[in-house]
């Protein structure tokens, strides 16, 4: 999200630095929230590099709606889900280690406690481990099941690990037919999703030159230099063939 530029004795920028955003530390004005004051690289638990903003290009296209001026790559957005649904899944685990709700109760009428340990024994042996599960059970004795349906309302926190396309097509903007889910797709409507794609980038492109032009071009060259960029040679994104 940062590229540093670094100078000669002139300084003119002869090359980049490319910073990692996580170690980035976007210090704010006083006056004016909204505008930074500088940038700050955590390179390790005791070096931090402090430079001025007109020595840094910002990309900030890529939002974090949690902190505007700190860039948020897609593939960001896509890990705050995963850790969501991670963090559900340890939720989950620690609430059926430590439930004592049992699964049902059986009631063996006027058994004592020698034939209600050898009943339980019988389950044990005929339906403990992965090939013995979902037997049919059958018993001779007074034997009533109680059934006991778990009562958790957090249960719906799983919900959220049950990913499907079109989620993770919304992350990156892309319509779900072009990763795979062809309940839909047809040719007609293929070739409107690959437009619709390709706009996708042409957004993201014009915003990085506009931010190159803002932040390098128009800065260290002078306001009649701008970055362009074309796409005529990109099928889908012509009116008209011919």
Avoid at 97 to 103: F, G, H, L, V
Avoid at 107 to 129: C, L, M, P, Y
Avoid at 178 to 189: E, M, Q, R, Y
Avoid at 191 to 199: C, E, F, I, R
């Amino acid at each position: 999200a940062c590229w540093v530029k670094r100078r000669n004795r002139l300084r003119v920028p002869v090359e980049f630095e490319i910073w990692n955003p996580e170690r980035v530390e976007v210090v704010r004005r006083k006056d004016r929230t909204w505008a930074v004051q500088a940038y700050k690289n955590h390179k390790d638990w005791t070096t931090i590099e402090t430079v001025q903003p007109e020595d840094v290009i910002h990309f900030r296209h890529f939002l974090d709606p949690r902190d505007m001026l700190r860039g948020l790559s897609p593939i960001g957005a896509v890990r705050v889900q995963v850790d969501t649904g991670y963090e559900a899944l340890r939720f989950n685990q620690r609430f059926f280690d430590n439930d004592a709700m049992p699964s049902a109760i059986l009631s063996a009428g006027e058994a004592g406690k020698g034939e209600v340990e050898r009943i339980r024994q019988d389950f044990e042996r005929e339906f403990k481990g992965t090939d013995n599960k979902h037997r049919v059970f059958i018993t001779e004795g007074d034997l009533s099941l109680t059934a006991m349906p778990i009562t958790h309302k957090d249960m719906e926190f799983l919900e959220q690990m049950n990913w499907n396309r079109a989620e993770v097509a919304a992350v990156f903007e892309m319509n779900p037919v072009l990763i795979g889910d062809n309940s839909v797709a047809t040719d007609n409507n293929l070739d409107a999703y690959m437009t619709d794609l390709w706009q996708v980038v042409v957004d993201d492109m014009e915003n990085v030159a506009a931010e190159l032009n803002e932040f390098f071009i128009h800065p260290d060259f002078g306001p009649e230099f701008d970055l362009t960029v074309s796409f005529d040679d990109i099928k889908h994104l012509q009116a008209d063939e011919l």
